[in-house]
């Protein structure tokens, strides 16, 4: 867990480049045989806070359009 929790702060910490590569990072870290992290980093304009909340699920609204 410790391993994983790293290399996501060093994920977060990497600034992305607006030209040239995606504008959002995911990685799955196996922590266990059956036991999973998944992460996702992605720059504010892709994602704003609104959108994050949906993403994360602790928005109000769960609804898609």
């Not at 995606?22 to 704003?48: G, I, N």
Request: proline share 3%.
């Amino acid at each position: 867990l410790q391993a994983a929790l790293s290399q996501m702060q060093e994920a977060i910490r990497r600034p992305f480049k607006l030209a040239g590569e995606p504008l959002f990072r995911y990685a799955l870290y196996k922590l266990a045989d059956e036991s999973f992290l998944w992460s996702h980093t992605y720059h504010h304009l892709v994602v704003d806070g609104w959108a994050a909340s949906l993403i994360s699920g602790t928005g109000r609204s769960r609804r898609w359009l």
